[in-house]
């Protein structure tokens, strides 16, 4: 049986007494790209960071590229991660960013210069790679933390709203990229608010409410099981409680839900409490791709 690139079984993240991701049983194939979206607060983040790495699981089990998330080591060669603010260095050009993060994976620098180079001409950045990343603007960053999130070619891919603040030509540019990046195998994970390029792209979305998944399914499948064939956008609203904009056949949200009951669950973690956020051993050292 083919590894998946990501699997999750009862992952569960609390902050004190708060649960933010509950008992989230996730299934992504190889060479996927699945849509995750929510509304704020709905535990997108929080589920990122723990399948990055940089957050511990309060319970459940998750794994990446056939690695234990609590293995940081293992997992962290295999992944790239764009989070919604790309860390970055103001005052590096972005080739020497991009340098210095090979540097820190082991990477064989002429290969990861040769990849940088071919990730800035796709961009578009060539131009500018030589200028201090403190000069740019912030879609230029944001093509920046992409070519950092990919120049050792990883296995799986976590962004974090990869377009926002992209011109209309460069967010078509990263849509292209994130399908050549699944013609490649490489398996996407897709965290975004708009959800045309969600549409456009995944192959499965899985909707976050609350902590729980709540649908999920191929988009054409929710819109047609949520709104009778609206929008994605009426099947969110369908499956995450507004009703105002779900479409003609607007049902509940166990219609188009993952289980009888997608709220059940709440406890799965094996852990009663993780304890406060700060506590010690809560927080994995979150390395070279947490914050600059
Ligand atoms: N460090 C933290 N300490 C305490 N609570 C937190 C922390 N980070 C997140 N939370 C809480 O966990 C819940 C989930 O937050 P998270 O950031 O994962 O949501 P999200 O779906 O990514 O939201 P958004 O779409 O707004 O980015 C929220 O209630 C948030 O307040």
Do not use: C, W
């Not at 990501?6 to 902050?15: F, S």
């Not at 609350?210 to 009426?234: F, M, Y």
Request: no cysteine.
């Amino acid at each position: 049986m083919v590894t998946p690139a990501i699997r999750t079984d009862g992952l569960t993240r609390r902050y004190g007494d708060e649960v933010a991701v509950s008992g989230l049983d996730l299934h992504v194939d190889r060479g996927a790209v699945y849509g995750f979206l929510g509304p704020n607060g709905a535990g997108k983040t929080t589920t990122i960071r723990m399948l990055t790495t940089l957050l511990r699981p309060s319970g459940g089990e998750a794994y990446v590229a056939g690695a234990d998330v609590t293995d940081r080591d293992a997992v962290t060669p295999n992944i790239g991660y764009l989070p919604e603010e790309p860390p970055l260095f103001e005052e590096l050009t972005a080739r020497e960013q991009v340098e210095y993060v090979a540097g820190l994976r082991d990477l064989d620098p002429e290969r990861a210069g040769d990849r940088a180079d071919r990730l800035f001409d796709r961009f578009g950045l060539a131009a500018d790679a030589d200028k201090r990343i403190g000069t740019y603007s912030k879609g230029m960053k944001q093509k920046a933390g992409l070519v950092q999130a990919l120049v050792h070619d990883p296995e799986v891919v976590f962004l974090d709203e990869p377009t926002s603040g992209l011109d209309p030509r460069a967010a078509r540019t990263v849509r292209e990229t994130l399908d050549d990046l699944a013609e490649d195998d490489v398996t996407v994970f897709l965290s975004t608010h708009i959800l045309p390029v969600v549409d456009e792209l995944a192959d499965t979305v899985g909707v976050l409410f609350d902590g729980s998944l709540v649908a999920e399914g191929a988009p054409e499948e929710l819109t047609q099981r949520a709104s009778g064939g609206g929008t994605l956008e009426d099947a969110f609203l369908a499956v995450t409680g507004g009703d105002d904009a779900a479409g003609s056949g607007d049902v509940d949200a166990t219609d188009v839900g993952v289980g009888s009951d997608p709220t059940s669950g709440v406890d799965s973690g094996p852990e009663a409490d993780s304890g406060p956020e700060g506590d010690s051993g809560s927080e994995v050292d979150s390395g070279p791709e947490a914050d600059s």
